[in-house]
């Protein structure tokens, strides 16, 4: 009928989500299921329910939670500043550039500025606090990601924040509230969807990065992503790199249901107040 | 408007001094002529000459970038069209499906993609090298692409197309007169934002790259990894640049493509 030719335009496009969406999916499902000498066997998961690889992704979960924390901690304020500022569009640019850096670059600053004759060092030094060792911490893998998660968290923040009509925040004051009240039932709750994509985007990135582990935590910080990343090309073991994976896709489709539903539910009580 | 406080202003300040010191930091080192980042000695330039009489570096400069634009002209040619075909999808269920197959990608951790695409390319017996990682860089921009796109569709309004219809226009003269000129906008971020996904990519990259082929980012891994070395801070230097100059430029190119919208 009408768009004839619209159906061969979505040739090249189907063609990309059966080969790149939902065969790898299938891959690695399959592979997850496959011992080193490539017969069936369900060892894999087996393994990654003992205590080790628990561990392991407890620990990782921990780390994401506590970059994700600091992260909107840190970026909350920021974007609520910065729709304040008068130039607010040139402000949010300088914010964005930083995240334009390739993360190699930026990671790697951090082995200078942490190292043991760094500045840092310098001024511990200087405020005779003496040498620390900072590279190689836990410490410096949290504060290197929550660093490069910032702008990415600020961004949907600032976007949801812009959106924010002002006669709500004076209708709030008109009728008594106080700034921390208009802050934490006002603001806040009509800002969630920006809070949610922004923790979307830093949480699953948190729990699966392994070039910041591996080059500012050394092996002193396994994450989900180390692990495979580890399985995959040092160990070559593909199966338990590709259950390590399974479980990370099940998490990301968990995180994304969570966001998702919640996003309606509120939009409906909204409403319905 | 009320003004900001000056604890207000202090933090913005060091959010931003934050932000900016490591860059800063990597850049001012790169014209020590001491070999490492902690004390500098005097102004040089040899880091940067060095880059550019490293014939390796080079190469793998040159392979970038020619991954980077092949990648995201590709991936804006499928995308685009996608995005038009999935805009004409009736059955409504059916779109929102295809919708969500289209941002697996795009919230899959790199690592995920990297993994699950070197299994792929080794089950289809496709070498690790060039080919493989374009392939992947192409696999990840498409779905930007149309997220790009899809708005700018939308926002056109049907009367359009039917006009030109009425007017006799055939469904090619429709699609390359009305349809894409005014997604022009779309298509365009969509290029560069896919341009500047494969410029960045490291993970995926690292995990579809075979021996004998490498990109900057994979280069600086393993550079990083051997310890400090200048030449990666005279890279950064030249990063940052190229960089303010792409964010500049696409800022100015679409603040004067929306004034000519309007004018």
Redo the contacts between chains.
């Keep these: 009928m ?6 061969f ?2 040739i ?2 189907y063609a ?2 059966i ?7 299938i ?2 499902g399959y ?1 997850s299921l496959l011992d080193l000498d490539g017969h069936f066997t369900l060892m894999n998961y087996k393994q990654f329910f003992t205590s080790v690889y628990l561990q392991m992704t407890l620990s990782s979960f921990w780390y994401a939670f506590l970059i994700t924390f600091f992260t909107l901690l ?1 970026s909350y ?2 974007a609520y ?2 729709t ?2 008068k130039h607010k569009q040139l ?1 949010l ?6 995240s ?14 942490f ?1 043991n ?3 840092i060092n310098s001024f511990f030094n200087w405020i005779g606090l003496g040498d620390q060792q900072i590279l190689f911490t836990s410490f410096s893998f949290v504060f290197v990601s929550v ?1 490069i998660f ?2 990415f968290m600020i961004l949907p923040i600032y976007n949801s924040l812009d959106k924010l009509n002002p006669a709500l925040m004076d209708a709030a004051k008109d009728l008594g509230a106080s700034r921390l009240t208009t802050f934490r039932r006002v603001i806040i709750p009509l800002t969630a969807d920006g809070i949610k994509a922004g923790i ?1 985007a830093v949480f ?2 948190a ?5 910041i582990t ?2 500012i935590a050394g092996n002193k910080v396994i994450t ?2 180390t692990a ?2 580890q399985q ?2 040092v160990t070559q073991n ?1 199966g338990m ?2 259950t390590i ?1 399974v479980f ?2 099940i998490v ?1 489709f968990i995180i ?1 249901f969570l966001t998702g539903s919640k996003e309606k539910g509120e939009a409906r009580n909204g409403k319905t107040k | ?2 003004k ?1 406080s000056k604890t ?1 202003k202090l ?2 300040t060091f ?2 001094v ?6 800063f ?2 850049i001012f ?1 790169s014209f020590n002529s001491g070999g ?4 500098f000695k005097s102004f040089t330039l040899t880091h940067y000459k060095a880059i550019f009489e490293d014939d390796r570096l080079m190469v793998i400069l040159i392979n970038t970038i020619i991954v980077a634009l092949l990648s995201a002209l590709l991936s804006t040619v ?2 685009t ?2 995005a ?5 999808i009736r059955n409504r269920k059916f779109r929102n499906t ?1 919708l969500s ?2 941002n ?2 795009i ?7 990297g ?6 390319f080794t ?1 289809v017996g496709i070498k690790l090298g060039f080919l493989s990682v374009l392939l992947a860089h192409i ?1 990840f921009s ?1 779905p930007i692409v ?1 997220i790009m796109v899809l708005p700018k569709l939308n926002e056109m309004s049907n009367s359009l197309i039917d006009a030109a219809k009425d007017l006799g226009a055939s ?2 003269d429709i ?1 390359t007169r009305v349809i894409l000129p005014y997604i022009k906008p779309g298509i365009f971020a969509g290029f560069f934002m896919a341009l ?1 996904y494969s ?2 990519d ?2 995926v990259t ?2 579809v790259t075979g021996n004998g082929f490498s990109t ?2 994979v280069e ?2 393993s550079m ?2 051997a310890g ?1 070395s200048l030449t ?1 801070n005279a ?2 230097g030249l ?2 640049f190229v ?2 100059i ?2 500049l430029g696409y ?1 100015f190119l679409t603040l004067r493509k929306t004034k000519g919208v309007r004018n």
């Design positions: 009408k768009n004839k030719g619209n159906v335009s979505l090249p496009y990309w989500i080969l790149f969406v939902i065969a790898p999916i891959l690695v592979y840190i304020p920021t500043l910065i304040k500022l402000w640019i300088l914010i964005i550039i930083p334009w850096i390739n993360l190699l670059l930026k990671t790697y600053a951090f082995i200078g500025i190292g004759k760094g500045p660093y910032i702008p979307q699953i990135p729990l699966s990065l392994f070039m591996r080059l989900l992503g495979i990343e995959f090309l593909w790199g590709s994976a990370l896709i990301m994304m | 408007m009320e900001l207000s933090y913005l959010v931003m934050v932000l900016y010191a490591p860059i930091f990597l080192y490492s980042m902690t004390n499928i995308g069209l996608g038009i075909g999935i805009k004409s295809i197959m289209n697996v990608l919230v899959s951790p790199d690592v995920i993609i993994a699950s695409f070197l299994i792929l089950m696999a498409i149309v469904k090619r699609l500047t410029l960045d490291f993970a690292f995990f900057l980012s600086i891994y990083a990894r400090v990666i890279l950064s990063v940052f960089t303010i792409l964010v800022h």
